[in-house]
């Protein structure tokens, strides 16, 4: 049977992997919407969405995800990342429609040293993952029918992301200093999107679960730096920083490594080490 779906947020990184890994799910009738034609914060306009489309799932990629930008914008990014969810979620509820919701390892203070799970506790150092938790727990207190995904450090061939920084500003400089006490892992957009393709048509009984994903492996900006510009061959002169040498408006955890184990029992995922996914990233960069 057909699935129907409507895709939020469709010209951001894992918008435009969706997209792009669509024609080959063909039990899967998907529609996109980018912030011209779907803001997600007009009541309005998502009920008239849905009662047209009357979807089966609903991934939800819209986000406002500009960090340190969000300290001082806190009212839009609140509007976008929690207060929408109110509205998606009740017309969610009137059609029957599961919430595929993207959120981030910015929940957590980064103060633990082992990987996180799902349902350790949350603490948000920033108004951007304070603003991503209250959509977690919109969602969590509205919704009949959820699975809310984690990632962190999302990159792709598409729009701004550190590996598309880290290979403009090598063009520009001969060397970069760059934050190694910021631990976590890379997550290559290309793979969650066919994660989340393949769990809609696996998702046997909707429910509401909470999920980790992020590439395998454990990173520094640092590490993740250094294997672009070696998988690249490029000569550059890397100087390990600590954050507090690169001060930012926004706190970010220090350490954010999460912890798959739930993903791989309850869907049979092998996800791939991060090195691995960042070199068939690469390939597609020339």
């Not at 701004?160 to 090598?170: G, I, P």
């Not at 994903?213 to 990173?219: D, E, I, P, W």
């Not at 900006?221 to 998988?231: G, L, N, R, S, V």
């Amino acid at each position: 049977m057909l699935k129907k779906v409507l895709v939020s947020g469709a010209s951001g990184q894992l918008g435009l992997e969706i997209k792009d890994l669509s024609s080959s799910f063909n039990n899967l009738d998907l529609h996109f919407f980018d912030s011209k034609s779907w803001d997600i914060t007009n009541k309005e306009k998502t009920k008239s969405i849905f009662d047209e489309y009357k979807p089966d799932y609903f991934i939800n990629c819209a986000a406002y995800t500009a960090v340190d930008k969000a300290e001082s914008d806190i009212e839009k990014c609140y509007e976008i990342n929690a207060n929408a969810l109110h509205h998606i979620a009740e017309n969610c509820n009137l059609y029957n429609t599961h919430i595929i919701h993207i959120s981030t390892d910015f929940v957590f203070d980064g103060n633990k040293n082992i990987p996180y799970e799902e349902n350790d506790q949350t603490n948000p150092i920033s108004v951007y993952g304070k603003s991503k938790l209250e959509g977690e727990n919109i969602l969590s207190n509205t919704s009949n029918s959820f699975n809310i995904i984690r990632t962190s450090w999302v990159y792709s061939k598409y729009g701004s992301n550190f590996v598309k920084t880290m290979l403009r500003l090598a063009q520009e400089r001969k060397e970069l200093n760059i934050v190694i006490d910021q631990i976590g892992s890379p997550t290559y957009a290309k793979d969650l999107a066919s994660f989340i393709l393949e769990n809609i048509i696996n998702l046997k009984d909707k429910n509401k679960e909470i999920y980790h994903y992020s590439n395998q492996g454990v990173a520094s900006w640092y590490d993740f730096a250094y294997e672009i510009f070696k998988i690249k061959n490029i000569a550059i002169k890397l100087t390990p920083i600590n954050s507090d040498q690169f001060p930012t408006p926004s706190s970010r955890p220090k350490y954010s490594l999460m912890n798959k184990n739930k993903l791989n029992s309850d869907f049979g995922t092998i996800v791939e080490h991060w090195k691995e996914s960042l070199l068939k990233c690469l390939q597609t960069l020339n």
